[in-house]
């Protein structure tokens, strides 16, 4: 006991410093400079100075507690971040509260027309629980990138929105073949002719 208690240096509390306080794991998102911006396991173990299992523990009962949500990127990655709600959701987020907050934290909930946001939770897009979420946010996210290029091409969203937003999708192309014909249901949006590659947004 006594050389455990040397070699391993305790907190102000008497705690020993490997057992961190979930407050502790939640200041590190909360000090990100981009809100917006999903943090790994490496980057809470660096913030933290603790061992790559200790981040991943803390970070995994933070999401069982709903502090926190969690998607896998790529074949072995994994990404966290604070949940934002909806207009009806939880009111711990006052993004429609201030009309005069214009920052991008507050475009998905206050700018979009409420017919918009709906056609955007019925889109019919593959998988479903965080996944569909996920996807659902990349069509969102392709939706407003059209209201601001209105002549955007196939190769414009593949370069500006799939690589934010991949939802999960192997390849740019399988992102494209689930995201287009959900982004033609949408108020607004006018899609190419058959042959024609320019898309066009009408709304307003």
């Known amino acids: 006991m006594g050389e455990e208690s040397r070699a391993r240096p305790r907190n102000e509390h008497g705690q020993y410093v490997d057992r961190i306080p979930l407050d502790r794991v939640l200041n590190v998102f909360e000090e990100r400079e981009d809100f917006a911006r999903p943090l790994t396991a490496t980057d809470v173990m660096e913030a933290l100075d603790c061992s790559r299992r200790t981040a991943h523990n803390k970070l995994n009962e933070l999401e069982e507690r709903g502090d926190l949500a969690t998607r896998k990127v790529g074949a072995r990655s994994r990404v966290w971040w604070v949940p934002m709600t909806g207009p009806e959701g939880s009111p711990n987020t ?18 979009r027309p409420p017919a918009v946001s709906n056609a955007i939770a019925d889109a019919d897009l593959p998988g479903s629980g965080p996944m569909l979420d996920a996807r659902r946010e990349a069509l969102a996210a392709a939706y407003e990138y059209l209201a601001d290029h209105p002549e955007a091409k196939k190769a414009d969203f593949l370069r500006d929105v799939y690589h934010d937003y991949p939802a999960g999708f192997e390849s740019a192309e399988g992102w494209w073949n689930a995201i287009q014909p959900a982004l033609k249901q949408l108020p607004g949006v006018d899609p190419p002719e058959e042959r024609g590659h320019i898309w066009h947004f009408l709304g307003g």
């Open 94 to 111: 006052g993004v429609q509260a201030d009309p005069t907050d214009t920052t991008d934290a507050a475009r998905p909930t206050s700018d």
